[in-house]
Each structure stands twice: as C-alpha cells, then as structure tokens.
Nanobody, 121 residues
Framework: QVQLVESGGGLVQAGGSLRLSCAASGRTFINTAMGWFRQAPGKEREFVARIVWSGPFTYYADSVKGRFTISRDVAKNMVYLQMNSLKPEDTAVYYC??????????????WGQGTQVTVSS
C-alpha cells in the first residue's frame, strides 16, 4: 500500500515562495519517479515536475522551468517542490504522485490528497 501525504501549501503574494513536501511510505520507490501535478478550478490536471528516485534526473513543465525546483531525500522518503517567483496562474491544488517516468497523470497510479496553493496578485 503506497501512501503519499503533501504539505506546505498556503496563500502567498505574487513573487513570493512556497516549499511543498511529499512524504512517501509503503513500498520501495527505486526505479520509479515522483511527480508533482496541479489542477486549477475548471482545468485538467497538468504536469509540473518529476524526479527519479534512483538519480536526480529532473524534468519540468515549460511554465515552471527556472522558477520551480524538485528534489528528493531518499533516506527520508521525501520529495520537495520549491516554488519561487510565484504567479497568480500558479494557483491550484498541487498533487504528489509516484509511478513511471512519464508526464501524463495516467503514468502515475498513486496519488496524494493534494495541497492548495493560492497566489494573490
């Protein structure tokens, strides 16, 4: 049984920063990827970033490249998303997920409950 728990969301002004955390438990995650996705009201869930457990191979959506940084702590089974220079369009529920190395939600069978990020203008 895989369990993912996100934390760190909140309300921040445009230009500010937030750091999201995802605590993973229940299985061995080597050879899989951890991804962050987000979903804004009325929109489809979209890929944000992913990192591979076995090596710090990262990949970002163009919309967040240069502003967001994904990292992991293998010893603690934690994944982080450092979000800088936040924009109002970053407002969404952010989800942590684990699965293959893809960028589609269907590539990730396990999901957390999500954490709300709201960026005010």
């Amino acid at each position: 049984q895989v369990q993912l728990v996100e934390s760190g969301g909140g309300l921040v002004q445009a230009g500010g920063s937030l750091r999201l955390s995802c605590a993973a438990s229940g299985r061995t995650f080597i050879n899989t990827a951890m991804g962050w996705f987000r979903q804004a009201p009325g929109k489809e869930r979209e890929f944000v970033a992913r990192i591979v457990w076995s090596g710090p191979f990262t990949y970002y959506a163009d919309s967040v490249k240069g502003r967001f940084t994904i990292s992991r702590d293998v010893a603690k089974n934690m994944v982080y998303l450092q979000m800088n220079s936040l924009k109002p369009e970053d407002t969404a529920v952010y989800y942590c997920a684990t699965g293959s190395w893809g960028v589609a939600p269907s590539d990730y069978p396990y999901w957390g409950q999500g954490t709300q990020v709201t960026v005010s203008s």
